[in-house]
């Protein structure tokens, strides 16, 4: 009987000494990580996706928009057009959520310095819903004006300056939608022309292979007459539409695509683009991404 007795008392004691521990166990909370990267390249055809490369990687980019298409089989569809744009720059991740660029473009010679940086990333449990970062550039007109066929650089009233929110959430493995708001402003432009441009534009990625997508941007100047310097709108700039097929791999991006704006710079487009998709205003072009890790 005592016997049974200690075996229950034991057993009794162990229950206990479990529950207590389980009552004073703090619970572990789960870390909400942020979602793997839904792009492979810091571009979106002519804007700028809400990805940073990871640190010390080196991006590559060589873009190329060739002439207009209306001109039909005498030019190839403008692919042999002379009126090509093209760009080569690059970019570098020194820390975390930071890029830093430089490019420079044939039209106009534009020299532009880039800096990005994401503010938050979306994690995977929504704590936070969005990836939100901010993108921005210092451009140079380097046209020679002088005729001595050299490139210039020096004055003020050859820079511009572009400034860029971009909000973007993937909503599953297969899509991904962007939303940006942007500013430019030139030291100097035409007498008809604003110093000032608020743009707002949308994209998306529609993934439907491991390697390839559907991307899709649409960029609105927007006509605000509170920050207009004339009374009326002269030569408004036109929206810029874009499709692309992406195909990319693990260090490669690659995208050809129709564009309505032949302009690299976004400050460029935003101001200038008097190419109207709607009645054909179109070109092919195409964007390579090599990505090295140090």
């Given at each position: 009987m005592k016997?049974?007795?200690?075996?229950?008392?034991?057993?009794?004691?162990?229950?206990?000494?479990?529950?207590?521990?389980?009552?004073?166990?703090p619970e572990v909370k789960v870390k909400d990580k942020p979602i793997r990267p839904p792009f492979q390249s810091g571009w979106m055809?002519?804007?700028?996706?809400?990805?940073?490369?990871?640190?010390?990687?080196?991006?590559l980019d060589i873009q190329h928009k060739f002439g207009k298409m209306d001109n039909g089989f005498s030019d190839l569809f403008g692919i042999y057009a002379p009126a090509a744009n093209i760009r080569i720059g690059f970019s570098y991740t020194p820390i975390k959520n930071l890029q830093v660029g430089y490019g420079i473009a044939k039209q106009n010679m534009y020299s532009d310095f880039s800096a990005k940086y994401v503010i938050f990333e979306q994690t995977r449990n929504n704590t936070f819903p969005v990836t939100l970062a901010a993108f921005g550039n210092i451009a140079i007109n380097g046209n020679d004006t002088t005729g001595t066929g050299m490139l210039n650089f020096y004055g003020a009233k050859r820079l511009s300056f572009y400034g860029q929110l971009i909000a973007s959430r993937k909503f599953a493995d297969w899509c991904v939608i962007q939303i940006n708001g942007s500013m430019s402003h030139f030291n100097a432009v035409d007498s008809l022309y604003?110093?000032?441009?608020?743009s707002?534009?949308?994209?998306?990625?529609?993934?439907?292979?491991?390697q390839s997508s559907i991307l899709v941007s649409y960029d609105q100047p927007l006509k605000i007459q509170s920050i207009a310097?004339?009374?009326?709108?002269?030569?408004?700039?036109?929206?810029?539409?874009?499709?692309?097929?992406?195909?990319?791999?693990?260090?490669?991006?690659?995208?050809?695509y129709i564009a309505s704006a032949d302009g690299f710079l976004p400050q460029q487009n935003a101001m200038y683009n008097q190419n109207d998709f709607t009645t054909g205003d179109l070109m092919f072009g195409f964007t390579i991404t090599r990505l090295w890790s140090f």
């Open positions: 016997k049974i007795l200690f075996s229950i008392f034991l057993t009794a004691a162990f229950s206990i000494s479990m529950l207590a521990q389980d009552t004073i166990t055809i002519d804007n700028q996706t809400a990805y940073v490369s990871s640190p010390k990687t080196l991006e604003d110093h000032d441009k608020i707002v534009g949308i994209s998306g990625k529609f993934q439907f292979s491991p310097e004339h009374l009326e709108f002269h030569n408004p700039s036109k929206p810029n539409l874009t499709v692309a097929w992406e195909i990319s791999t693990s260090t490669h991006t690659f995208q050809i």
